[in-house]
């Protein structure tokens, strides 16, 4: 015996009926259906296996909180996986399928598991998959355990973020939030009200209640609400539309569903919209979750919660079965037996636990359907479904089988407090509900209605208004729940009585965990996974810490519950990626050479947050080849370099030289105007920050280089010392790095080529030295010009506005190729910068590296002026001998480079341990033909020309300290 | 995500600003005459309350200007916003 359909049905359409197929086969229900509702009225009651013992599984729920009906929805690159069929609205052709099941639902071999239930309690795989390795393990047992299939192609599908403000935001569309919604556009001044709702349809529990309203059946009133709602100018009506997250200073995140209620070929556009709507106030109308009652065999399909039952023949006309017992502590479940009921349903019975007569006991009497009072459920009999529910007396223990296909639970309600709970709102324990309520509000946020634990239509109602309007309404006390069965400590019942049904965790799960010591509840959910994966426990949290409460006998709200975190329902990774996906999630700059060098099949790698060429491979070569031509043809004759990516920085002002004093480890106020100075930047801990060439341009006015990936970093910490430090410094700081477009030409023929290019400014090497700085033109255009080198060789860098540094690099390449000028990338500079033993910071530092580390001590010494860092470099750290210093490396073996990062021992050593530093820098030399290094290495200055042992990947290699300017020592050629 | 009232732009979201700690920070000196206490105070030593916090923020992704704030460290409330240089309210903690 199964599910039926009725003629009933509030938000059907019966006269569209829509084919759709499960687990391959075809099945037909109507618009408005939802694939659960639609495959309850097929007679489909197996509809999942569970995470562990792959026990068959039914319908529990019909909203979101349903734990079991986790499907896999279409396939291919549109296939989402773990949804829940609650949520899923059926649509013509829609084809789903179920996860966790090896071959199908009906028949699953791993269904084994649940033959051996009781010797895999809670965190058994841990414990017994501990030797020799856990992760030996771990992916045939994630397999066998495993949700649904992502998609294995990219998501074809577009997202897109929209931003609000809102002066009241309503979550939650039942009877509260629509009165509450009202009542809030009425206030004068509330400008913009928006009201959203997860499901397709306004209403909540409206739409499936059978209760009257303010002397209106529940639906009516809903539809005349609505009605008035529609007219309001100042309401903003979203329907799919989930409320996620609230954060701070009233940010809610909603997540809009546009697409996914159409067959694929009909969707068009975004399918999904993030909301990030900023809230003057908001009115959290988000319901109630029913409690499930713990029994033996109460994940068998057939049991399901009241409510859920009541929604489904309500709403949808679709009957979960022919004849029903139903269990509860609360008046509410008595509905869901009289709609049945009226839908066409044998009651059977209505299991009470509470001693005296609910407030419908009497209708119940009426209608001839039995109460059993003082009773609950003990165990459900059946094997892939419920045939007959054994109940036992609370007071002397007397047991009774009931047949039945049908076994419907309500255990109380747990309000939604997940919103008000992340808004950093506190919880408090109420002993009549046995659950917890919203207490104090942290932002201008309130629960309304069920979710502050009102759960009577016509209370809830007068409470949203008066809420609404900022009052403070009285409301009649809820009416108290009864008690809920407990297990004994030991009980192996307590094995087969589910707590959460989607994690496989039972009461006896619980109490193994707190036998073990696992009392706190973030520990209790971690051993035994209550309360994770997709549903975060909507279903069973509460009454885990309600089970966990008993064993320790601490009240609930001593134990508390577990952090509610964002998103309160799963969010498809696309929403939050919106537009930034592909080329658009890291958008790289590019250079004015890009386009040029791309023509000359430079091969352009991301630096950064720049694109850049990382050299200009010809005719095929590898990259060993194109370095060692490109650095040859700078050593022997000429080579241009987009260097447009250094940082640029002007600092000006009557105390631009005294800030800059206090910013560099060098001397800054004694430069001459017109020369340039290479300068180390530390952090206030005094580790190297950055380097680069200063210029003073003028008096009161200097050009600050950078490295190219901190340019906008270093700009912002100047703006930080001078606005909070020093602010009565007069000084302007203006970060330009992408006014000027910067092109360095470099060899021995650099000087020919730029004056071929046309400039008025003199170029001889005595009115232009190297390491200083001219103004004038180049090309007609204003040029600013740096005679500086990292690449050892006689070097310009020369600067113009941004939009002429394409016609440069063009103008230098025509100049320079009777020179034969070869454009070169960044690997070959870095090639030729360590042949130099030139610093670069970031790889030869590392966040510990002082200035005395990389040759500065000297300098600092000189200077008696504080600056940055200066005090963190005299820390006793600081002041150790056996410091690790820049050095270079000269391979001794006869072997190739070695890797960067490769170990620095003594010459004697015989095992890899104890390092005394490591490589930093490594490249195979084309000018010197032979492999080189620089080395970060203890007391390394005072070791030059020993030998030493170097651990590089599983092998030794011999090697010798050496001075690391390997490459013209003396420096003739960049002075040329 | 905050809102955060620059006190050049007005209201805007977080992420368009940068938070710098604690502010009221002395930067002691001169570097040859402090102990290596005061320093390691100055570097790594906060105040971290459960309660009032007064400190500095810039507007990043704006005027990129600095400014103080005061903010609940508990109920993230921003209670006061002020300049650089300022002492600030009263009443607000250290």
Redesign the interface.
Same mark, same amino acid.
């Given at each position: 015996m199964s599910g039926s359909r009725t003629d009933g049905g509030t938000t059907l359409d019966r006269g569209r009926p829509v084919p759709f197929n499960w687990a391959g086969r075809r099945y037909h229900g109507y618009a408005g259906d939802t694939l659960a509702s639609a495959l309850l009225a097929n007679g489909v009651s197996i509809i999942g296996r569970s995470f562990k013992y792959h026990r068959p599984r039914g319908l529990i729920a019909a909203g979101l909180d349903e734990p079991n009906g986790i499907v896999q929805l279409e396939s291919g690159a549109v296939t989402v996986p773990n949804v829940k069929a609650t949520q899923i609205e059926l649509y013509d052709g829609l084809t789903a399928n179920p996860v966790n099941a090896h071959p199908s639902v009906d028949f699953d071999v791993m269904a084994v598991n649940s033959l051996v239930k009781r010797f895999i309690p809670a965190a058994f795989y841990y414990k017994t998959f501990l030797w020799p390795n856990w992760k030996l393990f771990e992916p045939s047992i994630r397999k066998a355990a495993g949700l649904g299939r992502a998609p294995g192609e990219a998501d074809p599908d577009t997202y897109e973020h929209r931003y609000a403000h809102v002066d009241v935001l309503v979550v939650g569309s039942g009877a509260a939030g629509l009165a509450a919604a009202e009542a809030a556009a009425a206030i004068p001044g509330n400008e913009r009200v928006a009201l959203v709702e997860a499901d397709a349809e306004f209403g909540g529990g409206l739409l499936s209640s059978a209760d009257q309203i303010e002397g209106m059946a529940a639906i009516e009133w809903r539809n005349a609400a609505l009605t008035r709602l529609e007219a309001l100018p100042n309401m903003l009506l979203l329907n799919r539309t989930m409320a996620f997250g609230f954060y701070d200073h009233g940010l809610v995140a909603l997540c809009e569903r546009l697409t996914d209620h159409l067959p694929p070929h009909e969707r068009s556009g975004p399918r999904q919209r993030l909301w990030k709507v900023r809230c003057r106030r908001v009115i959290l109308a988000t319901g109630a979750f029913e409690r499930p009652i713990p029994f033996a065999g109460n994940d068998l399909p057939g049991v399901m919660l009241a409510s859920a039952a009541q929604t489904y023949a309500k709403r949808y006309g679709a009957l979960p079965g022919k004849r029903a017992v139903i269990c509860t502590n609360n008046d509410s479940a008595y509905a869901a037996a009289f709609a049945l009921q009226d839908a066409g349903c044998e009651i059977a019975a209505i299991v009470d636990t509470r001693s005296t007569a609910g407030a419908r006991a009497e209708e119940a009497r009426t209608r001839g359907i039995a109460i059993m009072s003082t009773a609950a459920p003990l165990r459900a009999r059946g094997r892939r479904r419920v045939n007959a529910l054994e109940i036992v007396a609370l007071n002397d223990a007397a047991k009774r089988r009931i047949r039945c296909d049908t076994v419907l639970t309500s255990d109380g309600w747990n309000p939604a407090v997940h919103l008000h709970s992340q808004s950093g709102g506190s919880l408090a324990y109420d002993d009549d509900l046995q659950a917890f309520l919203p207490d104090r509000a942290v932002q201008d946020a309130v629960s309304i209605g069920a979710a502050a634990g009102v759960l009577t239509m016509d209370a809830a109602v007068t409470g949203a208004r008066s809420l609404a309007r900022g009052e403070t309404p009285v409301l009649p006390p809820a009416a108290a729940v009864g008690p809920t069965r407990h297990f004994a400590d030991g009980d192996i019942a307590a094995q087969k009585a589910w707590v959460d049904f989607q994690n496989d965790v039972t009461v006896g799960d619980i109490q193994l965990a707190a036998r073990e010591n696992f009392r706190s509840v973030e520990h209790l959910k971690r051993y035994t996974t209550l309360g994770m994966a997709s549903d975060q426990g909507k279903t069973s949290n509460v009454t885990g810490i309600q089970v966990l409460s008993d064993l320790l006998g601490k009240p609930p709200q001593a134990i508390g519950t577990t952090k509610f975190r964002p998103p309160f329902d799963p969010v498809t990774i696309g929403a939050f990626a919106g537009r930034a996906v592909g080329a658009d999630l890291m958008p790289l700059a590019q250079t004015p050479a890009h386009d040029a060098q791309v023509a000359l099949g430079a091969k352009i790698e991301p630096y950064g947050s720049w694109l850049r060429a990382a050299y200009l491979p010809r005719n095929g070569e590898r990259e060993h080849e194109a370095l060692a031509r490109e650095v040859l043809a700078v050593r022997n004759s000429v080579g241009l370099f987009d260097a447009s990516t250094l940082g640029k920085i002007e600092v000006k002002g009557p105390d631009a030289a005294e800030f800059l004093q206090r910013i560099y480890v060098n001397g800054v106020r004694n430069l001459k105007i017109g020369s340039c100075r290479y300068g180390l930047m530390l952090n206030e801990h005094g580790i190297v920050y950055d380097d680069g060439v200063f210029a003073r341009l003028g008096e009161d006015h200097f050009l600050v280089g950078t490295t190219s990936g901190h340019a906008g970093a270093i700009a912002d910490t100047l703006h930080e010392w001078l606005q909070c430090e020093w602010s009565d410094l007069k000084v302007m700081v203006e970060n330009v790095t992408t006014g000027w477009a910067v092109m360095n030409v470099a060899g021995r023929h650099a000087r020919d080529v730029f004056a071929e290019a046309g400039t008025d400014i003199d170029l001889s090497a005595e009115a232009f030295p190297h390491m200083t700085y001219r103004a004038g033109t180049v090309g007609g255009v204003p040029a600013r010009v740096q005679r500086v080198s990292f690449t050892g060789e006689l070097s310009y860098e020369i600067a113009v506005p941004w939009g002429y540094g394409a016609a440069l690099w063009d103008a230098l390449m025509r100049c320079g190729r009777r020179y034969g000028i070869t454009p070169f990338g960044v690997e070959s500079l870095m090639v030729m910068r360590v042949e130099k033993g030139f610093l670069h910071v970031g790889s030869d530092t590392d966040g510990t590296t002082y200035p005395q580390d990389v040759g500065f001590g000297a300098a600092i010494a000189k200077k008696t002026d504080d600056f940055v860092g200066r005090r963190s470099t005299m820390r006793p750290e600081g002041l150790r001998e056996d410091r690790r210093q820049l050095v270079g490396l000269e391979i001794t073996d006869g072997g190739g480079p070695l890797e960067t990062g490769a170990h620095v021992l003594p010459g004697d050593a015989i095992e890899p341990r104890g390092t005394q530093g490591w490589v930093t820098s490594s490249i195979n030399s084309p000018t010197l033909g032979r492999p080189l290094a620089m080395a970060l290495v203890e007391r390394g200055t005072q070791r030059l020309g020993e030998a030493v042992r170097v651990w590089d990947l599983d092998t030794w290699r011999e090697a010798k300290i050496a001075d690391p300017r390997f490459f013209d020592p003396a420096g003739k050629r960049i002075h040329g | $995500?905050?809102?955060i009232n620059c006190p050049n732009c007005g209201p805007r979201?977080?992420i368009e600003f940068?938070c710098?700690g604690e502010s009221h920070i002395e930067? =002691?000196? =001169? !570097?040859g005459e @402090?102990t290596?206490e005061a320093?390691?105070d100055y570097?790594f030593y906060r105040s971290n309350p459960k309660a009032e916090h007064r400190e #500095?923020w @810039?507007h990043?992704g704006g005027c #990129?200007?600095?400014f103080n704030l005061v903010r609940d460290t @508990?109920? !993230?409330r921003i209670t006061a916003v002020y300049p $650089?240089?300022e002492a600030g309210p009263a009443e607000a903690a250290r």
């Open positions: - | $995500m905050l809102l979201p977080e940068r710098g930067r =002691p000196g =001169p !570097h @402090v290596d320093w390691s570097l #500095r @810039v990043a #990129r200007r600095w @508990v109920t !993230h $650089m240089g």
